[in-house]
């Protein structure tokens, strides 16, 4: 089971880059990379997976180095509406078992305006 | 709106009352999962149901109990519950390829807030 550790929280201003750096030094061969997002009281939203190199979507960026036991999530030019809670999970795209869906504390984002 | 609904949004019980949580996805996933949020603490995965087969139970007390009559919908019953269960009950649901557990992207619903009195 790849363990995650992420920042209890984190403080930015709008406008700016934020980046989220989550340790996994146990991930397995098989294991992605997951990033969810979670506003209060709803249910946690998927941001972007990947495995290695670096990934973009039109919400974010996940870089990955080549030994894998971290990775970076870089969310660009944030808003007020980016204050939410960021997990980062770690796991296998399939095959695996239900330990890998666990979500940890994850990081408190908040921007300020 | 995920496709995900869950009903009620809110909930509040003694805990001598029986109740069911309802979850229903409009996406054609396989996959199906009911995961618990209190207060100041980390998701909590309960259960999995994969082609509406439960392959996963995280050692939830029994007064918890499934049910996924079709790939669509899923159930969670309640019965004497305790104060300490009071939480947010998330229902997920993904689209699974392998017949087991993945990590393709699960899509959450809005949750059901239950008070136990």
């Known amino acids: 089971l790849a363990k995650t550790t992420q920042p209890i929280s984190m403080d930015s201003y709008e406008g700016q880059e934020v980046n989220i750096t989550c340790s996994h030094n146990n991930i397995a061969t098989n294991d992605y990379i997951t990033w969810y997002q979670q506003f209060p009281s709803q249910g946690p939203r998927f941001i972007i997976q990947g495995y290695k190199t670096k990934v973009t979507n039109e919400v974010a960026s996940l870089f990955i180095p080549a030994d894998r036991k971290s990775s970076t999530l870089s969310l660009p030019r944030v808003s007020l509406s980016d204050t939410a809670v960021y997990y980062c999970?770690?796991?296998?795209?399939?095959?695996?078992?239900?330990?890998?869906?666990?979500f940890g504390k994850g990081t408190h984002l908040i921007i300020q305006p | 709106e995920t496709g995900v609904t869950q009903t009620p949004r809110h909930l509040v019980m003694g805990m001598t009352n029986k109740k069911s949580l309802k979850c229903e996805q409009h996406?054609?996933?396989?996959?199906m999962y009911w995961y618990k949020q209190s207060a100041k603490k980390p998701l909590e995965l309960m259960f999995v149901?994969?082609?509406?087969?439960?392959?996963e139970n995280n050692s939830v007390p029994s007064r918890f109990s499934p049910e996924c009559p079709n790939s669509s919908h899923l159930f969670l019953h309640l019965h004497t519950l305790q104060p300490e269960d009071s939480a947010l009950y998330l229902c997920?649901?993904?689209?699974?390829?392998?017949?087991?557990?993945?990590?393709?992207?699960?899509?959450f619903g809005p949750g059901t807030r239950l008070t136990v009195l």
């Open positions: 997920a649901s993904s689209q699974d390829s392998s017949g087991v557990i993945s990590y393709n992207e699960q899509f």
């Open positions: 999970l770690v796991g296998e795209h399939s095959g695996g078992g239900a330990d890998g869906l666990t």
């Open positions: 996406l054609g996933h396989n996959a």
């Open positions: 149901y994969n082609f509406k087969e439960q392959t």
